[in-house]
């Protein structure tokens, strides 16, 4: 759910839809701008948030979520150069070219995919080299780095972490450290440095 307005309408919004039991956990990143990103609203049913082609690789279908890794946590164990087993940490984004090219983490691994679902095929020849290391897997708010490490754990690779909120997640809570660049977000403000501001703040085009 993207949502944006005024500050007050956005917070009566959330604050209503958390009194319905299914959504009282529900975890809200905020980032302001001084104009609307989102020219419209649409309201769509889809089967699967993201395609990946791997029904098995979803909290729901696998019972449970993704072991993951805090942002303090993290910037912590790339702080020491390792994890608290003293295991090197490998960054993993799971992100598609386009993206990476506005900003990942320094010397995370980037995989050549123009989509999602390229992202098993593309992993195949780095897997032996990761054998030794604690990879934490990423995205831009924590929905493809899940699907990404329940799929990778449930063949075989039970090394994978994902990074809880993924990278505005670590924006919010940690800001840019180990960080280079921005993160590509899909709508007006282009990207988001690790201040949250927006790459572009004019107002969306009339449609």
Not at 148 to 172: C, H, K, P, S, T
């Amino acid at each position: 759910l993207f949502l944006a307005g005024e500050p007050d309408a956005v917070r009566g919004f959330y604050a209503a839809l958390r009194g319905d039991v299914r959504f009282a956990g529900l975890y809200v990143k905020y980032s302001e701008s001084r104009h609307q990103p989102f020219g419209r609203l649409k309201v769509r049913v889809k089967p699967e948030i993201i395609s990946f082609r791997h029904p098995e690789a979803t909290p729901l279908a696998a019972g449970e979520r993704a072991p993951s890794v805090d942002p303090a946590t993290l910037a912590r164990w790339l702080d020491a150069g390792h994890d608290d087993a003293g295991k090197p940490v490998v960054m993993l984004d799971t992100r598609n070219a386009q993206e990476v090219a506005y900003g990942s983490f320094a010397g995370a691994l980037t995989l050549p995919i123009d989509k999602f679902t390229d992202l098993p095929a593309a992993l195949a020849p780095h897997r032996q080299a990761l054998r030794d290391a604690t990879v934490v897997s990423f995205c831009t708010g924590g929905i493809r780095c899940e699907k990404a490490a329940l799929w990778m754990r449930q063949d075989g690779m039970d090394n994978v972490l994902q990074l809880d909120g993924g990278i505005l997640g670590y924006f919010e809570q940690v800001g840019g450290a180990h960080y280079e660049g921005e993160c590509f977000v899909f709508d007006g403000r282009i990207a988001l440095d690790p201040a949250l501001q927006p790459h572009a703040d004019e107002a969306p085009a009339a449609a």
